[in-house]
């Protein structure tokens, strides 16, 4: 008991190791598996973060702030590329798509609680859990902050919040996976796994015989010794790696027994031993020309994976088939695509398009890997320095313009310095797609900032209303699990349809358009897993982007709805 007392007293006197306490609960719990679902990290430490509150530990509203504006920051910074392509080139029907889900979400939460009577403060959890939106709180309560209500009224809309969450959270992660993966075909009258199966077939179009990485395979490297004048010795490298009609690669040299440094203009000699990488038949022919040694060192070629950030206007909106066949492009295969702030792995096929902000994962011989950093990009290579000055930066000045406040009727309209966080974080990850040298945000800095940084939030969220939650919950009542169950169903089940019929989006890639507008990234993967393909991802991305930022604003819009 005494040692209790202490650790309870410790705690109050120390509210930041509450904060650390309720991460490591929440973090565990959330992780915690049963069958295919959990709860996630976000509810798991809202409920250690009421469950811990109940001690009474006061903290200070200022360390939530600092953390959610971090966060916002780089969830902009994340899906910057995809919102701005979805909403000016050819992403705009998905980008569309996303606003109307978006707007049909918002409704669904304003129009229950209009028949329910309820307030800012639970509409605003209502969103937040029937969404899954956790970032809508911030914006949420930053709007309750500024109504005109009195200190008393506003802590108790605010303390409703996570009561409204927690109940809605459940269902509206597992409710819109299993609308989306399993009532979803139903509702398209499609067989999701033969539509996939069809669209990779279309998808597959124009790749080589023997699939999109044996390209890479058809590639050899051989030695050869320039034996007769007038050949191939004397003339340049460059030109001697056009001299079959075919492109070949010149790849290492050795002159009088020392591998030598060599560039395209490097006239080639008798008597050099050369490396040359190109398709087998064509080396064969090539031989005609020079005899092959066996050259053990020289064909010593360092081989290397290279995730590239694509930049260029060159590679943006191009398919793997018209990059493959660019002279820069011989001798590197792609293994991986990953896109958007979720990192999605995006299929490998012939047809698949390459955008702006994809990072790609390039194999080849450094000398080519190098050749199409330099046409396309750059090497995203492992690095632990975050740009601190583009971040603190750059959430400096979207939090001045968030501040600004232009009064309409007499009611102050203003993004908040949270909103302002956000934008600015969409505007410079989208300048760094093309612009990679403005600053450089690490993945795992970026993960840091996304995950803890709301986390932390979602603690002092917790901890701040664990003494009111238990008698919230009496308040509300279960009924608000109905709603929630209806403010996440409704705009899920007519989705499938309005992407059908209204936008006209393929089978294959309809459903991932509906759960990347619904920011479910749980959903996607339980269609892929049923679909037995990734090609839902497809439709994914685009649509997360838009609805990512739009349903954390409509935290701070149900509010103004409401008051």
């Given at each position: 008991?005494?040692?209790?007392?202490?650790?309870v007293s410790?705690?109050?006197?120390?509210?930041?190791?509450?904060?650390?306490?309720?991460?490591?609960?929440?973090?565990?719990?959330?992780?915690?598996?049963?069958?295919?679902f959990?709860?996630?990290?976000?509810?798991?430490?809202?409920?250690?973060?009421?469950?811990?509150g109940?001690?009474?530990?006061?903290?200070?509203?200022?360390i939530?702030?600092?953390?959610?504006?971090?966060f916002?920051?780089?969830?902009?910074?994340?899906?910057g590329?995809?919102?701005?392509?979805?909403?000016?080139?050819?992403?705009?029907p998905?980008?569309?798509f996303a606003?109307?889900?978006s707007?049909?979400?918002l409704m669904?939460?304003?129009?229950?609680?209009?028949?329910?009577g309820?307030?800012?403060g639970?509409?605003?959890?209502?969103?937040?859990?029937?969404?899954?939106?956790?970032a809508?709180?911030?914006?949420?309560?930053?709007?309750?902050?500024?109504?005109?209500?009195?200190?008393?009224?506003?802590q108790q809309?605010?303390?409703l919040i996570?009561?409204?969450?927690?109940?809605?959270?459940?269902?509206?992660?597992?409710?819109?996976?299993?609308?989306i993966?399993?009532?979803?075909?139903k509702?398209?009258?499609?067989n999701?796994?033969?539509?996939?199966?069809?669209?990779?077939?279309?998808m597959?179009?124009?790749?080589?015989?023997n699939?999109?990485?044996?390209?890479?395979?058809?590639?050899?490297?051989?030695?050869?010794?320039?034996?007769?004048?007038?050949?191939?010795?004397?003339?340049?490298?460059?030109d001697?790696?056009?001299s079959?009609?075919?492109?070949?690669?010149?790849?290492?040299?050795?002159?009088?027994?020392?591998?030598?440094?060599f560039?395209?203009?490097?006239v080639?000699?008798?008597?050099?031993?050369?490396?040359?990488?190109?398709?087998?038949?064509?080396?064969?022919?090539?031989?005609?020309?020079?005899?092959?040694?066996?050259?053990?060192?020289?064909?010593?070629?360092p081989?290397?994976?290279?995730?590239?950030?694509?930049?260029?206007?060159?590679?943006?909106?191009?398919t793997?088939?018209?990059?493959?066949?660019q002279?820069?492009?011989?001798?590197?295969?792609v293994?991986?695509?990953?896109?958007?702030?979720?990192?999605?792995?995006?299929?490998?096929?012939?047809?698949?398009?390459?955008?702006?902000?994809d990072?790609?994962?390039?194999?080849?011989?450094?000398?080519?890997?190098?050749?199409?950093?330099?046409?396309?990009?750059?090497?995203?290579?492992?690095t632990?320095?975050?740009?601190?000055v583009?971040?603190?930066?750059?959430?400096?000045?979207?939090?001045?313009?968030?501040?600004?406040?232009?009064?309409?009727?007499?009611?102050?309209?203003?993004?908040?310095?949270?909103?302002?966080a956000?934008?600015?974080?969409?505007?410079?990850?989208?300048?760094?797609?093309?612009?990679?040298?403005i600053?450089?945000?690490?993945?795992?800095?970026l993960w840091?900032?996304?995950s803890v940084?709301?986390?932390v939030?979602?603690a002092?969220?917790?901890?701040?209303?664990?003494?009111?939650?238990i008698?919230?919950?009496?308040q509300?009542?279960?009924?608000?699990?109905?709603?929630?169950?209806?403010?996440?169903?409704?705009?899920?089940?007519?989705?499938p349809l309005?992407?059908?019929?209204i936008?006209r989006?393929d089978?294959?890639?309809?459903?991932g358009?509906?759960?990347g507008?619904?920011?479910?990234?749980?959903?996607?993967?339980?269609?892929?897993?049923?679909?037995?393909?990734?090609?839902?991802?497809?439709?994914?991305?685009?649509?997360?982007?838009?609805?990512?930022?739009?349903?954390?604003?409509?935290g701070m819009?149900?509010?103004?709805?409401?008051?």
């Amino acid at each position: 008991m005494i040692m209790w007392e202490w650790i309870v007293s410790t705690l109050q006197a120390n509210p930041e190791l509450a904060i650390f306490l309720a991460l490591a609960i929440g973090y565990w719990v959330g992780s915690v598996k049963l069958g295919s679902f959990s709860l996630g990290a976000v509810t798991g430490t809202l409920l250690a973060g009421v469950l811990i509150g109940q001690l009474g530990i006061d903290i200070s509203p200022q360390i939530k702030s600092i953390f959610f504006i971090m966060f916002l920051f780089a969830v902009g910074f994340g899906v910057g590329p995809q919102f701005v392509r979805g909403i000016a080139n050819d992403g705009l029907p998905q980008a569309v798509f996303a606003v109307v889900i978006s707007v049909l979400c918002l409704m669904s939460v304003y129009v229950a609680a209009l028949i329910s009577g309820y307030g800012p403060g639970l509409a605003a959890g209502l969103l937040a859990g029937a969404h899954t939106i956790s970032a809508s709180i911030g914006l949420a309560t930053d709007a309750i902050g500024q109504l005109d209500l009195t200190p008393e009224e506003i802590q108790q809309q605010l303390d409703l919040i996570p009561v409204a969450y927690a109940v809605t959270y459940l269902f509206g992660t597992v409710g819109t996976g299993w609308i989306i993966a399993f009532l979803g075909p139903k509702l398209l009258r499609v067989n999701i796994q033969e539509e996939c199966q069809r669209y990779e077939k279309e998808m597959s179009t124009g790749t080589p015989d023997n699939g999109m990485q044996s390209a890479w395979n058809q590639y050899v490297i051989r030695a050869f010794e320039l034996s007769t004048p007038g050949l191939i010795a004397g003339k340049t490298v460059a030109d001697a790696e056009t001299s079959v009609g075919e492109r070949l690669f010149l790849e290492n040299l050795r002159r009088n027994g020392q591998i030598t440094p060599f560039d395209g203009d490097t006239v080639l000699q008798v008597g050099d031993i050369v490396a040359v990488s190109g398709k087998h038949e064509t080396l064969v022919e090539w031989s005609n020309r020079a005899r092959e040694v066996a050259d053990p060192e020289l064909l010593n070629i360092p081989v290397e994976a290279v995730d590239v950030f694509i930049t260029s206007k060159k590679a943006n909106g191009k398919t793997l088939i018209e990059i493959a066949q660019q002279s820069t492009s011989r001798g590197v295969y792609v293994t991986r695509i990953r896109r958007g702030s979720m990192g999605v792995d995006i299929p490998v096929y012939a047809q698949t398009q390459i955008h702006r902000g994809d990072i790609v994962t390039l194999s080849g011989t450094k000398k080519h890997i190098d050749s199409m950093v330099e046409e396309y990009g750059f090497a995203d290579r492992p690095t632990s320095v975050t740009d601190m000055v583009l971040v603190g930066a750059g959430i400096v000045l979207g939090g001045l313009i968030g501040a600004i406040s232009i009064p309409v009727d007499g009611v102050p309209i203003t993004l908040s310095i949270s909103g302002g966080a956000l934008l600015a974080g969409l505007l410079i990850g989208w300048l760094r797609s093309f612009m990679p040298k403005i600053g450089t945000v690490p993945s795992a800095t970026l993960w840091f900032m996304n995950s803890v940084g709301l986390n932390v939030f979602i603690a002092v969220v917790g901890i701040t209303a664990g003494p009111t939650f238990i008698a919230g919950l009496k308040q509300v009542g279960f009924e608000i699990f109905f709603w929630g169950l209806f403010a996440t169903s409704l705009p899920m089940i007519l989705a499938p349809l309005i992407g059908k019929y209204i936008f006209r989006f393929d089978p294959a890639i309809n459903l991932g358009c509906c759960g990347g507008a619904r920011t479910s990234t749980a959903s996607v993967a339980m269609l892929a897993d049923v679909a037995k393909s990734n090609v839902p991802m497809l439709g994914y991305t685009v649509p997360y982007a838009v609805s990512n930022t739009l349903l954390t604003l409509w935290g701070m819009v149900i509010v103004m709805l409401l008051s």
